[in-house]
């Protein structure tokens, strides 16, 4: 358990690392080992999801995204990554739903949740000024 837990770590370092030098796919092969290990683990699920997002792997995202509102729905977590797979994906729509249910988790960041709202908001009315 406790060798675990230190490749766990390792892992997770090792993909940060990855992230750091621009190799989101190797950085993706660390988390997934990761998971392999604890796949209960939100933290690494939330790592995973930011990185497949970044390597525009949005099924990858919204896969994890789903899997840690499975695992605690009382999170603003996954409904954070979630929202962020929409704004990259440019569903402003649906990107404000998922940071207003994120805003009202009682573990919410709610000053991030509010201004990506506000973001998202912003920039639904220029697409829609856009499209006139």
């Known amino acids: 358990m406790g060798q675990d837990k230190h490749l766990l770590s ?38 995973r999801a930011r990185v497949s997002t970044d390597n525009l792997q949005y099924s990858f995202a919204i896969e994890d995204a789903e899997q840690i509102l499975q695992l605690r729905p009382e999170s603003w977590l996954g409904h954070v990554r979630l929202a962020e797979v929409y704004v990259a994906t440019v569903n402003l729509d649906l990107a404000i739903a998922s940071y207003q249910a994120a805003f009202q988790c009682l573990d919410a960041d709610k000053v991030h949740c509010k201004a990506m709202m506000d973001k998202c908001k912003k920039d639904l009315v220029l697409d829609q000024r856009v499209d006139m």
């Open 10 to 47: 390792n892992l997770r370092q090792n993909a940060r690392e990855a992230v750091k030098d621009g190799r989101h796919t190797e950085a993706f092969i660390h988390l997934s080992h990761a998971i392999k290990l604890d796949g209960d683990n939100v933290e690494v699920l939330s790592e």
